[in-house]
């Protein structure tokens, strides 16, 4: 347990029991359910296991966990907080919606978690906005599923499936076969201004960049022309001219960074935005040339 601070406060005294180091995360940890030892070590990277054991017999006096023996045939010892424990969920997720928001890019020695990354949904879930609505939504990250649970009394079947791949870039929904439909070697998949891939009808790719602003800025952006491309108020250039715009937009957005596999979808947002309104008013332009020639 952490040192009194001899203050009749009650934050202090939270800070007395949970303060010390490592103590919030083993909380965050047994937020998702009991957790035997090895499971805490594994889910703790960098943790010593003399340090681990301390911190649980610490938070056990405090009446924040304790540990029981489950019964056959697993027979084995979990940790599990208790219901005073669990009052911690809404400070562990005030406390990420705070570090979100200066927690930058991973750095490439920092460990990933994908279960960390879904720690967002209960902290950023807002109950009076999803009022009466039932859904249940499955998250894919390579080859392990999550499921999210919307229930307003009852269970649903799943209505989005969601695929997530971080820089390991490929897209489950694609046959394997159809390679050029896929990343290259090189972890690089040029598009028609982020978004279009040449002589491929009907599919489109919105917020497929790695940019300074949040994807919804871009993918907002990029709805403008696929709106007017769906209308049939914008037309695309030539597949060979798509090829050749490509390949300027690739040269012109990536000299500027350093090569590595997180940079092969890099852009300038700025630049970026230029350019899509300027292929706006050129595939404008198409259109109404195409419907004055079939006029």
């Known amino acids: 347990m952490a040192k009194r601070?001899?203050?009749?406060?009650?934050?202090?005294?939270?800070?007395?029991?949970?303060?010390?180091?490592w103590a919030l995360l083993v909380v965050r940890?047994?937020?998702?359910?009991?957790?035997?030892?090895?499971?805490?070590?594994?889910?703790?990277?960098?943790?010593?296991?003399?340090?681990?054991?301390?911190?649980?017999?610490?938070?056990?006096?405090?009446?924040?966990?304790?540990?029981?023996?489950?019964?056959?045939?697993?027979?084995?010892?979990?940790?599990?907080?208790?219901?005073?424990?669990?009052?911690?969920?809404e400070v562990i997720h005030a406390i990420a919606r705070w570090g979100t928001r200066s927690l930058g890019v991973p750095r490439h020695e920092d460990d990933i978690d994908r279960e960390w990354g879904l720690n967002a949904?209960?902290?950023?879930?807002?109950?009076?906005r999803a009022r009466g609505l039932t859904e249940t939504y499955v998250i894919r990250v390579d080859d392990d599923a999550f499921t999210v649970h919307l229930v307003d009394g009852r269970e649903v079947e799943a209505d989005v499936i969601i695929c997530a791949t971080g820089y390991a870039m490929k897209f489950p929904f694609s046959d394997d076969a159809e390679t050029d439909l896929h990343p290259d070697e090189?972890?690089?998949?040029?598009?028609?201004?982020?978004?279009?891939?040449?002589?491929?009808?009907?599919?489109?790719?919105?917020?497929?960049?790695?940019?300074?602003p949040t994807i919804v800025n871009l993918a907002e952006q990029q709805s403008k022309l696929l709106a007017k491309l769906l209308t049939g108020s914008y037309a695309l250039p030539s597949v060979s001219e798509q090829e050749r715009i490509m390949v300027a937009d690739e040269q012109a957005h990536l000299e500027q960074y350093y090569d590595a596999p997180r940079h092969t979808i890099q852009i300038d947002f700025a630049r970026y935005t230029v350019d899509l309104w300027e292929e706006i008013a050129a595939g404008e332009a198409r259109a109404r040339g195409t419907e004055s020639r079939t006029g």
Do not use: W
């Not at 601070?5 to 180091?21: K, M, N, T, W």
């Not at 056990?60 to 208790?82: F, I, M, N």
């Not at 949904?121 to 009076?128: G, S, T």
């Open 29 to 89: 940890e047994l937020l998702k359910g009991p957790k035997r030892y090895t499971d805490l070590v594994a889910g703790l990277p960098g943790i010593g296991t003399n340090i681990l054991a301390t911190r649980l017999r610490e938070l056990e006096a405090a009446g924040v966990l304790h540990k029981r023996k489950l019964p056959p045939p697993a027979a084995s010892t979990v940790y599990e907080l208790t219901p005073y424990g669990a009052g911690l969920e």
């Open 121 to 128: 949904f209960p902290a950023l879930f807002y109950p009076e």
């Open 186 to 212: 090189d972890h690089r998949y040029p598009l028609f201004k982020r978004m279009i891939k040449p002589g491929v009808d009907h599919l489109f790719f919105l917020g497929l960049a790695q940019s300074s």
């Open 5 to 21: 601070f001899d203050q009749y406060c009650p934050i202090a005294h939270a800070l007395s029991l949970v303060g010390e180091r």
